[in-house]
């Protein structure tokens, strides 16, 4: 984990209670996310350390055994590289009509500051299938729980208004039966 | 001035790679790499990532911590977008 990387990425994001109940959703997309640091694959992760010890030329599978600490960087899915987002046109969301009521399986960039931490969140979100777009979906009214790691924790607390999810970050969709 | 954005094809913007050590321990040695945002007299900040180039991560560090400080060159830093 030595080479020096320059990574551009995307996140997901989502909009909150501040921008208004009534208000028409605006034109969305994805943003634009680029950092510094050594960065190595590990699964389908990509760790990037902004911060390391000198001497630290290990392999994260070592890292991991040893319970030793990312002391600061972010981790990030492998597929959340600018390049790759509209690789992921996939068939899964093809037959999900908009305003449908979904269940949305992901996974999350997480920022990692002393801990022995190498790999993304898994969350779960709910809401309503608002938007189909190129790279990214729309979710209205959404409930987003972080499954792992443990504990479970709600994210973010408060339900947000909107959620705009990479395409490429998605795991599976489907339809909430009730 | 303080820049807040990190794009490497930018003259002004200096990648730099620190070595360091922090205020408690001066065996253990760190290394950093970000670009070079501001610098006074006792301390310098290093940006780490950015959102639509604004910075969002960064680090002060103070002078007397600092070990080593090089500037990195563009063709020495792998790209991955």
């Given amino acids: 984990m030595n080479r020096i990387y320059n990574i551009k990425y995307t996140d997901a994001y989502y909009i909150d209670l501040s921008y208004g109940h009534n208000k028409k959703l605006h034109k969305t997309k994805l943003s634009e996310h680029e950092a510094y640091g050594y960065a190595e694959k590990y699964g389908n992760n990509i760790v990037i350390a902004f911060i390391k010890e000198e001497k630290d030329d290990r392999k994260i599978s070592d890292k991991i055994k040893r319970k030793e600490h990312l002391i600061k960087g972010i981790i990030v899915p492998d597929t959340s590289i600018l390049s790759k987002l509209t690789s992921f046109k996939r068939n899964i969301f093809k037959n999900i009509p908009l305003g449908s009521e979904v269940v949305v399986n992901w996974r999350d960039i997480v920022i990692v500051a002393n801990q022995s931490r190498y790999d993304c969140s898994t969350m779960y979100t709910e809401g309503v299938f608002f938007r189909n777009e190129e790279d990214h979906i729309v979710l209205k009214n959404p409930e987003t729980i972080r499954t792992y790691p443990t504990p479970v924790t709600n994210h973010p607390m408060e339900k947000p208004l909107f959620y705009v999810i990479p395409k490429s970050f998605i795991v599976d969709i489907s339809p909430v039966n009730n | ?81």
């Fill in chain 2, 1 to 81: 001035m303080e820049k807040n954005n990190l794009k490497k094809e930018r003259e002004e913007n200096q990648i730099v790679e620190i070595i360091l050590h922090d205020d408690s321990n001066t065996i253990k040695k760190y290394k950093c790499v970000g670009v070079l945002m501001k610098e006074n007299e006792k301390t310098l900040r290093i940006g780490f990532n950015a959102v639509e180039n604004v910075v969002k991560d960064y680090l002060d560090i103070k002078k007397k911590n600092i070990v080593d400080i090089k500037t990195i060159n563009p063709k020495e830093i792998s790209s991955l977008f």
